[in-house]
């Protein structure tokens, strides 16, 4: 038999088992990434913002249908007005919320999409250490357009609890594996409050902003790692490498597979960036850790200048101070304010309740739909994404995205692999991949055409006679042993598993 050497560069080839099970309250502290070179860091830019996507179901984007945005209850509040504001951001999934106008504004204005936080009254919460309805009152006399919206099964948005399509349950349920899911939706609600504050005439579409604060800092850091249209973010009290958020809202399949916060928000760089954080939670560090960190990826567009970092000696908040200093640095980069210190709030009166909560004294669209609707019209809309592939390479395209998605494979480096042959000849060849490699890809040929062919060989032992046979008969054989490692035991204690490791189905 002719002499086989076999190259590396497609098939999807698993390793060893992991050892150590990441979750949510890992410290990372001492896991940040660094990259060399802008090139480095764009080609894992780009890897990173797809595997969001996919994490979150929306690789392929859903179709955008009509928002129907319904507008009602205008208030004066002297120098802005309040409204209510619903609209449908999937065919009967409703988005509620406030929506704040400045008057007497020449020209286009800047806008601000206000995302809130896990609050007990969510965006309707006004107490000292967070109030959201003076956020985006302080952000209208200033001169924005500000949207504060629900989080799903939040105050108005009833039609849906926020365990969504299976909540806190592990394991594959038939809408997980159809990548539906609550960060997805609530992402998706995300890109439609952009949608709607830019479909407003007064809105000046080059002067976008969002905020938000918790899990509403994870909305923000998530909106502007995907979406270009967001030109200054300012996560409040999130990006960490302590604590990577603990809501079924903030955990999605595979969206924390060898990344963390803090790296997904390093995403929007070079675009201007301000990190809020406090000495009384997991933001603690972020002066001294995770901002060097994102800093030094900014450095990377020699924008040093255009992220910074704001701590103060408090609890978990958005409280006014916080505020303060996120209006500052906007206007600096929204409004051409000369200095980004922080601007003061003035003569703020959060609104009574009837003014504020949607559907006070309104029915609900009577279109609505249930969780179990919604989630069977996101799966149908799905199969309709494939069914409306009509070339062979759309739909290579959409499965080769999915499957990387799914298995988050990447190519190997030199140091991921150990290559050796049995014999001087070179008939047999063992490629293994190490331990430093999760899941790769690699593509595996004959260097000389072999006298009948190649066979790909997949086996769950290590019985080499049907392999020893095809050899015989003068085929060369690929030859790969099934991964066969077990799901690895998880503590009760630790949840998400698959938000953090790769399923053993992923890796064989």
């Not at 960036?273 to 030094?296: C, H, Q, S, Y």
């Amino acid at each position: 038999m002719k002499r086989v050497i076999f190259a590396l560069l497609l098939l999807s080839v698993s390793t060893f088992a992991q050892t150590t099970l990441r979750h949510l309250d890992v410290d990372y502290s001492n896991q940040l990434p660094s990259y060399p070179t802008k090139e480095a860091w764009l080609a894992r830019a780009a890897q990173l913002r797809q595997q969001i996507l996919v994490s979150a179901g929306l690789s392929p984007m859903p179709a955008k249908t009509p928002l129907n945005a319904q507008l009602f209850g205008k208030v004066d509040k002297g120098d802005y007005t309040l409204e209510k504001v619903y609209f449908e951001s999937l065919p009967g999934h409703f988005v509620s919320g406030n929506l704040y106008r400045p008057k007497n504004v020449n020209g286009k204005a800047p806008a601000v999409l206000c995302p809130h936080g896990h609050w007990t009254y969510g965006r309707l919460e006004n107490q000292p250490l967070n109030s959201g309805s003076a956020r985006a009152a302080s952000f209208a006399k200033q001169g924005y357009v500000a949207f504060i919206w629900d989080m799903v099964g939040y105050v108005d948005s009833t039609a849906i609890p926020h365990t969504f399509a299976s909540g806190h349950r592990e394991g594959f349920t038939r809408e997980t594996l159809w990548g539906v899911n609550l960060l997805g939706l609530q992402l998706w609600n995300s890109i439609r409050a952009a949608d709607f504050l830019l479909s407003l005439p007064e809105v000046d579409a080059t002067r976008l902003a969002v905020t938000g604060e918790s899990g509403g800092g994870t909305q923000t850091f998530l909106l502007a790692a995907i979406d270009e249209r967001i030109h200054a973010a300012a996560p409040v009290n999130m990006v960490s490498a302590l604590m990577q958020g603990g809501s079924v809202c903030e955990n999605a399949p595979n969206l924390r597979i060898d990344t963390t916060n803090v790296e997904i928000a390093a995403l929007f760089a070079p675009r201007p960036m301000v990190l809020i954080a406090a000495t009384g939670d997991w933001t603690k560090n972020v002066p001294k850790v995770e901002f060097p960190a994102i800093r030094a990826i900014y450095k990377l567009f020699d924008a040093e200048n255009q992220v910074q970092v704001v701590q103060f000696d408090a609890p978990h908040n958005y409280h006014q101070a916080s505020r303060e200093a996120v209006y500052g640095w906007f206007a600096h980069w929204l409004q051409g304010r000369k200095e980004t210190e922080p601007i003061k709030e003035r003569g703020i009166s959060v609104a009574p309740l009837g003014e504020l909560m949607v559907f006070h004294a309104r029915p609900r669209p009577a279109n609505e739909s249930n969780e179990t609707q919604l989630i069977e019209s996101m799966i149908a809309a799905a199969k309709g994404q494939l069914r409306n592939a009509t070339t062979a390479e759309q739909i290579k395209q959409q499965f080769a995205t999915a499957l990387k998605g799914a298995l988050l494979a990447t190519y190997p480096t030199a140091q991921q692999f150990i290559a050796r042959t049995d014999d001087a000849a070179g008939r047999n060849w063992e490629l293994k991949a190490s331990a430093q490699a999760e899941s790769l890809f690699v593509q595996v040929r004959p260097a000389v055409q072999p006298q009948r062919g190649v066979t790909l060989l997949v086996s769950p032992t290590d019985d080499d006679s049907l392999a020893q046979l095809l050899r015989e008969q003068g085929q060369a054989v690929i030859r790969i042993t099934r991964f066969t490692a077990p799901q690895p035991d998880v503590p009760a204690n630790i949840k998400f598993f698959t938000t953090y490791n790769r399923t053993t189905a992923a890796r064989r």
